[in-house]
């Protein structure tokens, strides 16, 4: 597709499971981001990859959290021992080089800790 | 203090009306200024983006960028109740994350 694509669309998941969110940026962007929007709140940042370079894992908010992404491909989002506190929509996004600025959002993941 | 700062409103207008949608932020070193508008249960998606300081049009929507007083704004003209969605600023240093502001809920009343 076009666009930046993300899956599952909704996931609800028990507390204390651990959960996979995956997202297909943009072919040929190099960077790609994570944000947080907890409900009706911004976008906290998560994480940034860019091309080859060190991600910028500044944002996550705890050990529980981590990101992957080979290459300039498929980024996955991974919450180990879900808490109530991680539900949010997880929001990607993915730039080029040449446009980093003007970054592309996925429609999100809906996380739902019950 | 947060880096950037928004009012979240809600702000309602009537159809028509000028509306101005304003972000603060304190680090000096972002250069590059972002407006994005997301409707509800979608993704953000990029309205205006503006290096430095100065304005930018595009149809209905005006950016200005101040960074003497580290203060950006947004205008849309002859508002439209398609136009009823939440305003998010973002700002950046460079190749780097992006910053955004908490959002502006707007409602534009027919």
């Known amino acids: 597709g076009a666009g930046v694509s993300q899956s599952p669309s909704n996931k609800v998941t028990e507390k204390g499971k651990d959960v996979e969110l995956r997202c297909d940026p943009i072919s040929g962007h190099t960077a790609l981001y994570w944000y947080r929007q907890r409900l009706g709140q911004g976008l906290e940042f998560l994480i940034y990859?860019?091309?080859?370079?060190?991600?910028?894992k500044s944002g996550l908010p705890s050990d529980r959290f981590s990101a992957e992404r080979t290459g300039e491909s498929v980024s996955t989002l991974t919450i180990q021992r879900t808490q109530q506190e991680d539900s949010a929509v997880y929001l990607c996004a993915s730039s080029s080089s040449t446009g980093w600025a003007e970054a592309f959002f996925g429609q999100g993941t809906r996380l739902t800790v019950v | 203090q947060k880096e950037v700062e928004q009012d979240p409103g809600p702000l309602s207008v009537p159809e028509g009306a000028i509306v101005s949608l304003n972000c603060t932020y304190s680090?000096?070193?972002?250069?590059?200024f972002m407006w994005y508008r997301q409707y509800s249960r979608k993704g953000p998606e990029l309205l205006m983006y503006t290096y430095s300081s100065g304005n930018k049009e595009d149809g209905r929507f005006t950016a200005q960028v101040d960074k003497s007083s580290k203060y950006i704004s947004l205008f849309i003209r002859d508002s439209q109740p398609s136009d009823s969605a939440t305003y998010l600023c973002?700002?950046?240093?460079?190749?780097?994350?992006?910053?955004f502001g908490q959002g502006t809920r707007l409602t534009i009343n027919p």
């Open positions: 680090n000096s070193a972002f250069q590059y």
């Open positions: 990859f860019q091309g080859n370079s060190a991600p910028d």
């Open positions: 973002a700002m950046s240093q460079g190749a780097q994350k992006l910053v």
